[in-house]
């Protein structure tokens, strides 16, 4: 072996790390569409179920493609483990499922994705889970929460659709002294603009159907951490026997963006910082949430911790819903969708859209309002984008 490889770098890492070419010697990763595998005499098969010998026995364990996926994100995120998983979703009831049980509590950031809102104030309620929300952003509140024995705390971090930063190495500190585990979605940063586990997260989890494939093609999420007990007694027997598993084909796309994640993600940034600038400056805009701006009220933390502003940007526009609407509606290239993360730019009205099931109270608690938009910026030539926002914004009789 090559005695240089611990030493690539990222980009390199993204296009090479965890390939296992077969005896064919392929230059692409191989898609092993394969549900079972095959053994040479009964006294190997007992061997495998033994657990003695490492080999695949069913893919709904592991498959050669999703491990190729598993091993590159590990990697990336300089976790020593990855369990990838069929989507995001997939992977946030996964972790919350395998550790927690009846009795136990979890405090959670009030500002999530709407899927993981519903599975923490919803689902783990029915199953005995007793569950708290608090303001992210407050310490005081984390401090207050955490006085109540607590098992589990999870948090996104920049949070949907606010952009709100939450300062993961002072909660990974009070996480810890009350003795429980730190959960981070690092959806919107993706792996290459924040690094939870090094700011003190004990799990990360992505939807990579977001940044990781971005380019709208397939779901999928990851599990990743560096304990050890953690994958044996919870992570894994979970997966196994419950079926949340990456299908190999999905791994393989995912495997695919992943070789371009941070050409993708770079631009992508430098778009949105770009567009930032022109929000920011514009009379019919009220307000603008990135993190990447001077104007951002976390814009320090959020230097501190991410490496760029991300690619996501949220903004108010003056006259609420209907402006909001007018506004979207008259935009060219920009294309109304709830996704995010990809190479096409989509915009959404959360109120309306990914917050429409809150009530009112609780978007105005969460700061959404009926003018905000919520852009994830894509790969689109920059005059174009400005241009098709500008005309937007120009269409709007305020
Ligand atoms: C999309 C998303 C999820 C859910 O992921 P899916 O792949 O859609 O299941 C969870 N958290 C965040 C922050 C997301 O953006």
Redesign the pocket.
């Given at each position: 072996m090559n005695s240089n490889k611990k030493n690539w770098n990222e980009a390199t890492r993204l296009v090479h790390e965890g390939s296992l070419r077969s005896q064919f010697f392929e230059t692409s990763e191989a898609l092993f569409l394969t549900s079972g595998y095959v053994y040479p005499s009964p006294e190997d098969a007992e061997e495998a179920f033994k657990g003695n010998r490492l080999r695949y026995v069913y893919s709904r364990y592991s498959n050669p493609t999703v491990t190729m996926f598993e091993n590159r994100l590990a990697k990336l995120e300089g976790a020593n483990w990855c369990v990838a998983t069929a989507?995001?979703?997939?992977a946030?009831f996964s972790i919350l499922a395998s550790q927690l049980v009846s009795g136990d509590r979890l405090v959670a950031s009030k500002a999530l994705?709407g899927?993981?809102l519903f599975i923490i104030t919803e689902l783990l309620p029915r199953y005995g889970i007793q569950t708290t929300l608090v303001d992210g952003k407050e310490l005081n509140e984390w401090k207050n929460a955490l006085k109540t024995k607590t098992k589990c705390v999870f948090v996104?971090t920049p949070s949907?659709p606010t952009l709100d930063i939450i300062d993961l190495s002072a909660l990974s500190q009070l996480t810890h002294k009350a003795g429980a585990c730190l959960i981070v979605?690092n959806?919107?940063a993706s792996p290459l603009l924040q690094k939870p586990l090094d700011l003190g997260a004990d799990i990360v989890m992505y939807?990579?159907?977001?940044h990781i494939d971005g380019q709208g093609r397939t779901?999928?999420?990851a599990i990743l951490s560096n304990n050890e007990s953690l994958l044996t007694n919870n992570i894994l027997p979970w997966m196994r026997h419950t079926g949340p598993a990456l299908s190999p084909f999905n791994a393989w796309v995912l495997l695919k963006g992943l070789e371009t994640l941070n050409l993708r993600v770079s631009k992508a940034t430098e778009n949105a910082t770009k567009l930032a600038t022109l929000l920011s400056n514009h009379p019919k805009i009220s307000k603008l949430l990135y993190p990447g701006h001077p104007t951002h009220p976390q814009h320090d933390l959020a230097t501190e911790q991410m490496k760029k502003g991300g690619t996501i940007v949220t903004f108010e526009v003056r006259g609420g819903k209907k402006s909001a609407f007018d506004f979207i509606r008259n935009l060219d290239i920009i294309k109304i969708s709830n996704n995010?993360?990809d190479s096409k730019s989509l915009i959404t009205h959360p109120t309306t859209t990914t917050h429409q099931r809150l009530s009112q109270k609780e978007r105005k608690s969460l700061g959404i309002t009926n003018g905000m938009l919520r852009l994830s910026v894509g790969l689109e030539d920059i005059e174009d984008l400005e241009l098709d926002i500008k005309t937007g914004l120009d269409c709007l009789s305020l």
């Amino acid at each position: 072996m090559n005695s240089n490889k611990k030493n690539w770098n990222e980009a390199t890492r993204l296009v090479h790390e965890g390939s296992l070419r077969s005896q064919f010697f392929e230059t692409s990763e191989a898609l092993f569409l394969t549900s079972g595998y095959v053994y040479p005499s009964p006294e190997d098969a007992e061997e495998a179920f033994k657990g003695n010998r490492l080999r695949y026995v069913y893919s709904r364990y592991s498959n050669p493609t999703v491990t190729m996926f598993e091993n590159r994100l590990a990697k990336l995120e300089g976790a020593n483990w990855c369990v990838a998983t069929a989507s995001g979703m997939a992977a946030c009831f996964s972790i919350l499922a395998s550790q927690l049980v009846s009795g136990d509590r979890l405090v959670a950031s009030k500002a999530l994705f709407g899927s993981c809102l519903f599975i923490i104030t919803e689902l783990l309620p029915r199953y005995g889970i007793q569950t708290t929300l608090v303001d992210g952003k407050e310490l005081n509140e984390w401090k207050n929460a955490l006085k109540t024995k607590t098992k589990c705390v999870f948090v996104e971090t920049p949070s949907n659709p606010t952009l709100d930063i939450i300062d993961l190495s002072a909660l990974s500190q009070l996480t810890h002294k009350a003795g429980a585990c730190l959960i981070v979605d690092n959806a919107f940063a993706s792996p290459l603009l924040q690094k939870p586990l090094d700011l003190g997260a004990d799990i990360v989890m992505y939807s990579a159907t977001k940044h990781i494939d971005g380019q709208g093609r397939t779901l999928g999420g990851a599990i990743l951490s560096n304990n050890e007990s953690l994958l044996t007694n919870n992570i894994l027997p979970w997966m196994r026997h419950t079926g949340p598993a990456l299908s190999p084909f999905n791994a393989w796309v995912l495997l695919k963006g992943l070789e371009t994640l941070n050409l993708r993600v770079s631009k992508a940034t430098e778009n949105a910082t770009k567009l930032a600038t022109l929000l920011s400056n514009h009379p019919k805009i009220s307000k603008l949430l990135y993190p990447g701006h001077p104007t951002h009220p976390q814009h320090d933390l959020a230097t501190e911790q991410m490496k760029k502003g991300g690619t996501i940007v949220t903004f108010e526009v003056r006259g609420g819903k209907k402006s909001a609407f007018d506004f979207i509606r008259n935009l060219d290239i920009i294309k109304i969708s709830n996704n995010l993360g990809d190479s096409k730019s989509l915009i959404t009205h959360p109120t309306t859209t990914t917050h429409q099931r809150l009530s009112q109270k609780e978007r105005k608690s969460l700061g959404i309002t009926n003018g905000m938009l919520r852009l994830s910026v894509g790969l689109e030539d920059i005059e174009d984008l400005e241009l098709d926002i500008k005309t937007g914004l120009d269409c709007l009789s305020l």
